[in-house]
């Protein structure tokens, strides 16, 4: 890590390795970070630990983490300006999670809004779904991480990352950065392409027609996008008519992606004749986007060396950080370090 680096704001990001990687993901968040990586001190954790507080594939499991990690180097992330690495092969998280388990209140944690969500009808509960947020806590504190870009959903998380940093600096000295939730204000809102009501999400991935994947090729994504649901009119502009969101989401789409305003946008499309040229041309700028990152992909896959170098690079980066903090915990907790 550079001296440069470390004079900049320090994010960290935890991804999930479920579910494809879609266009929503890639409009919502991705491209955000390669267009800013040189702003911040970036650091992003494929969360695999996170991921088995339900039920996994084994299989299935390290494929997609495979995959998604793939991925954020062939998107563009650069790998000696960025620390991008999976969580479980970094000890110090689990290790961390621990101590820090000793001193979070189980109260808190039953009191999280996503744990009542999940838990809700279950016949059984692990004790993971309902630890996780302190697993959440430890990625975030080890790093002494200044800034966390988190949707609406994963705030309360966030918010008790700084109640367990606060309560652990007044009973054992000041040891964490406070960290501070950061609702990004950046990155387009991608809607389904067979509800446009609907958020794109990995959740709703197996349904047909719903998501474009960064790894489709070029006739699936044309396809998916001739499918996409729009409405009995032709008009080609921007609407708050709830019965446009449809045309708004491919318009969106084709803005974000070719870097035009509105009104850009819409004189672009004043001579086309409908609809069906609108999803052409939005699904052949996705393509071509989409385009240079499955080359790389393919190139990292067919090349494993290379691959693992790239992985095992962050991890080292990773350890090295998080071991410094992880020391010192053990030392303020009177463990012989």
């Known amino acids: 890590m550079s001296a440069n680096q470390q004079k900049k704001v320090r994010v960290f990001s935890g991804i999930q390795p479920s579910g494809q990687i879609h266009l929503g993901n890639y409009l919502g968040a991705i491209r955000g970070w390669v267009e800013n990586q040189d702003k911040k001190d970036n650091i992003f ?61 189980i109260g808190w944690l039953e009191r999280m809004t996503q744990f009542k969500d999940k838990s809700s009808n279950k016949k059984t509960v692990s004790a993971g779904l309902l ?123 084709f803005k974000v992606i070719t870097n035009k305003n509105n009104s850009q946008t819409e004189k672009h499309f004043s001579n086309a004749r409908g609809y069906g040229d609108l999803k052409a041309e939005v699904a052949e700028v996705v393509i071509q986007e989409f385009k240079p990152i499955r080359e790389k992909y393919q190139m990292l896959k067919n090349d494993q060396p290379e691959l693992n170098k790239l992985i095992n690079k962050g991890s080292e980066i990773a350890q090295s950080i998080s071991s410094v903090k992880l020391s010192e915990m053990k030392n303020k907790i009177g463990f012989i370090n």
């Open 45 to 105: 954790c494929i969360v695999d630990l996170h991921a088995i507080t339900t039920p996994q594939n084994p299989i299935e499991l390290k494929k997609q983490t495979e995959i998604l990690t793939t991925l954020l180097f062939a998107s563009g992330l650069n790998p000696d300006k960025n620390t991008i690495f999976i969580q479980s092969q970094v000890p110090a998280h689990s290790e961390a999670c621990w101590i820090l388990n000793c001193i979070t209140p």
């Open 131 to 253: 630890d996780y947020p302190v697993l959440m806590a430890a990625d975030i504190l080890i790093y002494d991480t200044q800034e966390v870009p988190v949707g609406e959903d994963q705030k309360q998380h966030v918010e008790l990352a700084r109640d367990i940093s606060q309560r652990f600096n007044n009973i054992y000295g000041e040891t964490f950065v406070t960290p501070q939730p950061v609702i990004p204000s950046t990155g387009a809102r991608i809607m389904g392409l067979n509800d446009p009501t609907v958020k794109m999400s990995k959740t709703f991935s197996h349904i047909k027609g719903h998501s474009v994947g960064i790894l489709d090729s070029p006739d699936e994504i044309l396809k998916s996008f001739k499918k996409a649901t729009t409405d009995s009119g032709n008009e080609i502009q921007f609407s708050e008519d709830p019965s446009k969101a449809g045309v708004n989401n491919l318009l969106t789409i």
